[in-house]
């Protein structure tokens, strides 16, 4: 008798502990997938009123950064993009824009790279961002309209269908400017 209830509670052990794997699996996922839009790292340098709207047509989640051309060792911009999602990115001030990012799954917010089948890349495009303001003399006064950029970078998991071209770096390459 002893030695069924012992199975027993080594049976329920067994359930409860793939069951909380389980959940924290549920959850991890979750929040990858709520994560999108969620900036890795708070925005550094010069903000403005341009923006960028990135579309992730992988079958995996995407980190994306943004650089300056002027500065490439200072990461403007780091944000989380889910597969088969649309993230904004606001507040990107005038200038050339170049765009690192790196795809996997499992991402560990600790080392900031995921854990499983990641691949890293660069944009061969530059993106330009611009800004200005034109003032008009009317009946009421001056009139002043400002004007910036909204630009779109869509990925695609097929070879040709997207509007980005990019060349592939190693892990040292995307995390060396920071």
Known sequence: MTHHVQHNTLRRSV??????????TLVLLQSCSSMNGSYIEPPNGPRGLCSLYVTNNFDDDMVVKLFDVKNPKVCLHYVYVSR???ALIEGIA????I???SKGKEWNNATRMFTRDRANFETDQVLKFEESETKTETSDGIRTQKQWSVNNFTFNANAGEGNATTSQIDDKEFNENK
């Not at 359930?15 to 924290?24: C, D, E, L, Q, R």
């Open 15 to 24: 359930v409860a502990a793939y069951a909380v794997i389980a959940v924290f």
């Open 84 to 86: 088969k999602n649309t």
């Open 94 to 97: 005038p200038g050339n824009i």
């Open 99 to 101: 765009m690192k990012y």
